[in-house]
């Protein structure tokens, strides 16, 4: 299967097949249309009415976040009768929120955002919500329901009991009884953090085990890279490492290198293409990784088209797209990793 293809796999189906409408009861406070027996038998792939998604992500200051806005981008182009409006977020939330004010009074029609701060940035959605523009929220979640019409994330809990798990089941396999292990988290004030911590723990926990050092990064290459080495220095002997992210992974690893440490193994997350590489290669600590993939971006636009039109998903009973989807995380490994490379970002 080509990159494109698997990159398109999610939603494709969806945006292809028959469609219906958003109803009052989910959409929180954007009115919804009638539904007519014409409508509903519309197909969802076919172009509708004219629209304008806008659309707004923080800068990308690494690989992740850079490849949600290039699939966001890339997505939007296949529909010709899409209108895909960016706005520069800024450095900062309050930046953002500034620009997503002046696109609230552009008035598009749907507005997806992945937000600095998912608390911070709660308010600005209740304001898109209230002025009838429905709003799809992207990866980090507003902090009250009300500002979305659709939550669209990876799965933060998931991700981090994948890791557990892995490593938990490596270290029994290697009869280790009171193993070492460390996490090296991203930017542990958001909630997507703390619930990967949370699974991650209770993964471990699972196994008899528990963290034993932990050190917090920012998500990039300099953080994870200063964050590894405090951490390698107040542990003289490690087992077992979960990085939260595969771009601050790849100063996590120019620390271990640097350490010449190597008694351990590393799990990473996200799933970029350089860890999948190093994974394949089984030249590193490396040994797997768990995916959060940033084609989530464009499948909140292929749903944010559909909300918009006024349409549904084909497969599902229901005449909506739902209020929430939650993306699975899988466990990438040298066994498996060229099935996942082509997703890697």
């Known amino acids: 299967m080509s ?28 009115a919804a249309p009638a539904v007519t027996a014409a409508s509903v038998a519309q197909p969802s792939g076919k172009p509708g009415k004219p629209i304008t998604i806008g ?18 981008q890339a997505r939007a182009k296949l529909y010709p009768e899409v209108t895909f409006k960016m706005v520069q977020a800024g450095a900062d939330a309050t930046a953002q929120r500034a620009a997503l004010e002046t696109l609230i ?21 209740r304001d898109a919500m209230n002025a009838g523009i429905p709003v799809v929220n992207l990866d980090r979640e ?79 290459v300099d953080s ?11 542990a003289p002997k490690l087992d077992a490492i979960w990085n939260h992210d595969d771009d601050q992974g ?17 799990v990473g997350g996200a799933g970029s293409s350089k860890a999948m590489q190093l994974i394949q290669a089984d030249n590193s600590v490396l040994k797997a990784t768990v995916t959060y993939s940033p084609t989530m971006a464009g499948s909140a636009v292929s749903l944010a088209r559909l909300i918009a039109n006024n349409r549904g998903m084909s497969d599902l009973m229901d005449l909506t797209v739902p209020k929430q989807i939650v993306l699975s995380s899988e466990t990438v490994t040298k066994e498996n990793v060229a099935q996942y490379l082509p997703m890697g970002f």
């Open 224 to 234: 994870g890279q200063q964050a590894a080495a405090n951490l390698l220095q107040a």
């Open 142 to 220: 507003f902090t009250d329901q009300l500002a979305y019409r659709l939550l669209i994330q990876g799965d933060n809990y998931g991700l981090g009991a994948a890791a557990g798990h892995y490593i938990g089941t490596r270290l029994k396999s290697a009869g280790k009884s009171s193993p070492i292990i460390a996490e090296i988290a991203g930017i542990d004030s958001l909630p997507l953090t703390q619930a990967r911590s949370k699974g991650y723990k209770d993964a471990l926990a699972t196994h008899g085990f528990s963290v034993s050092h932990r050190v917090a990064a920012q998500f990039t």
């Open 3 to 30: 990159a494109l293809s698997r990159r398109n796999l999610l939603f494709s189906g969806a945006a292809v097949g028959a469609g219906a409408l958003v109803t009052g009861c989910t959409s929180n406070n954007v």
């Open 250 to 266: 790849v100063g996590v690893l120019a620390a271990i290198s640097q350490a010449h440490r190597s008694e351990f193994f590393m």
């Open 105 to 125: 009074q552009e008035k598009p029609d749907i507005i997806v955002v992945q937000p600095f701060d998912g608390a911070q940035l709660t308010a600005t959605g």
């Open 55 to 72: 659309f707004s992500s923080p800068a990308a200051d690494h690989g992740w976040l850079a490849a949600i806005t290039a699939d966001a």
